[in-house]
């Protein structure tokens, strides 16, 4: 936030601004605790004085990944684009055998327009599933958490082909995409779409916020800002995730705020307004709130912004929020409030967690970042299997200890592509690109593991949650 942020909003905060920083600056800052002297932080109380080495390594590697990212956002997006028509080129043609022949014979097809409802991206490339399993109906416990998790999968892509998707494959009504405005970037950054269920019953609009887009450097840029502001008697929140799902320069998180031509949609409002308006004609609908990656943590800081605004009567309505690969998004502190505010409200909250995703392993749960999920954590080992956890094992991913294990069920991932269709049947094969980023799993096995199709096939193939283990559930909503 600006030098001038208003102190009566924020108790503690430490923000980093690495546009106004030069590389020289960050070589100064590893050998002086003196942060005011920094042009490209701002911080007040306890952050002047988190300012030994350690937390002064976390500020540098910050600082330089942002840069880089900020350096790389173009080429990035160049690359993401002819690679997206790459693999939109083989899909056309049958595979690379075909396209070769086809090349030989003339006919090679093109691939649509990328508004199209035919182009894919390269999330969408990873896994291709675009139906619901038919096998998972509404009362099973697994229903809302595929549905959520193809939802969050399916935000991966374009206006039309989410539409489609929703409204000829899925059945039901297709609300609407959104891009949303991010007021510190000056640039839209955020993108979500929503739909409603209207055969259940109650009926249920959802709401699924897009994750990390693998080659928009902003995106990345959100992740690795390990900036945090502190809201008074709620705690330390990531302020990249906050940025952008709607925080407002020198403003905070004001009640209301006005859109126009001079001040664009914004995340939050824009879609508390709605929901308000859809609510208000149907008062029997209920809401589920869901994302993946980056998505998941707007996913689960939305109702975290209602609290503060004193929304009971959209709390209220929540049914649940299902976050999938989400990374950690504040302190102990944080998670006490989010435990009594969804106690209070009877919302059900479930983060799920595949194997040795690194996502949910980040920032680190340690003495220097002081990040702390909560919450009962959904967590499925390789073999798809489930169980409620409070924390999922190798909770800060980097070990020594672990690191043969992870690589050695990194290569079984791999080996089990191949298998899992003979077993589980076609819908399950793998194309090239999995098995590319099964590859690359090899090498990073936290990556790979992160990918759509782990966590759909998680909420898939694990047994349904019997009423005693649902009652744990709920008694662990208190768990900090």
Known sequence: MA????????????????????????????????????NFLNCHREGKKEADLRRRCVIFVSVLIQKILLLSAEPMSKFGSVYEQWLNLLS???????????????????????????FASCIGALDTRLDLDKSIKQGDS??????????????????????????????????????????????????????????????????AFRGTEPFNAYDWITDFDFSWYELKDVGKIHAGFMKALGLQKNQGWP?????????????????????????????????????HSLGAALAILFPLILSLH?????????????????????????????NKQFKEHCVEYLRFVYS??????????????????????????SLYQGKIVKEEPNKNYFSIVEAIPTHLNAMWELIRGFIIPFVK????????????????????????????????????????????????????????
């Not at 980093?16 to 600056?25: G, I, L, T, V, W």
């Not at 001040?263 to 409002?269: E, F, G, T």
């Not at 309505?317 to 998004?329: I, N, S």
């Open 142 to 207: 697994r229903y809302y958490w595929e549905l959520s998790m193809m939802a969050s999968k399916l935000s991966y892509e374009n206006k039309a082909f989410i539409q489609n998707v929703v409204t000829n494959h899925w059945k039901m009504k297709f609300i609407g995409f959104y891009n949303f405005w991010n007021d510190y970037e000056q640039k839209i950054t955020t993108q979500a779409f929503m739909f409603q269920d209207k055969e259940t019953n109650p009926e249920f609009i959802m709401v």
């Open 255 to 291: 009640k209301e705020v006005k859109e126009g031509e001079n001040h664009p949609s914004v995340a939050y409002y824009a879609i508390r307004e709605m929901l308000r308006d859809m609510l208000q004609r149907n008062p029997q609908a209920k809401v589920i709130v869901t994302g």
């Open 92 to 118: 056309c043609n049958g595979g690379f055998i075909e396209l070769i022949f086809n090349f030989i014979t003339g006919y090679v097809v093109t691939p649509a327009d990328k508004s199209s409802a035919s």
């Open 310 to 338: 004193d929304e009971a009567w959209l709390l209220e309505k929540l049914e649940g929020v299902y976050t999938f690969g989400q990374p950690r998004v504040g302190d102990k502190k944080l998670g006490e409030y989010m």
């Open 3 to 38: 030098s001038n942020c208003n102190d009566d909003i924020w108790g503690n905060y430490l923000v980093m601004k690495p546009k106004e920083a030069s590389f020289m600056d960050l070589f100064h800052l590893l050998f002086s605790s003196d942060l005011e002297k920094r």
């Open 356 to 381: 040795n995703d690194m996502v949910p392993r980040l920032p680190y749960d340690d003495s220097t970042l002081l990040y702390k999920h909560f919450g009962p954590c959904v967590y499925y080992n």
């Open 425 to 480: 049947g076609a819908d399950y094969a793998e194309g090239g690109s999995q098995r590319m980023f099964r590859i690359l799993g090899l090498i990073i096995p936290g990556i790979s593991a992160h990918g759509p199709q782990d966590y759909v096939n998680s909420t898939r193939l694990c047994s349904s949650i019997t009423s005693f283990q649902r009652q744990d559930l709920t008694q662990q909503q208190g768990l900090n």
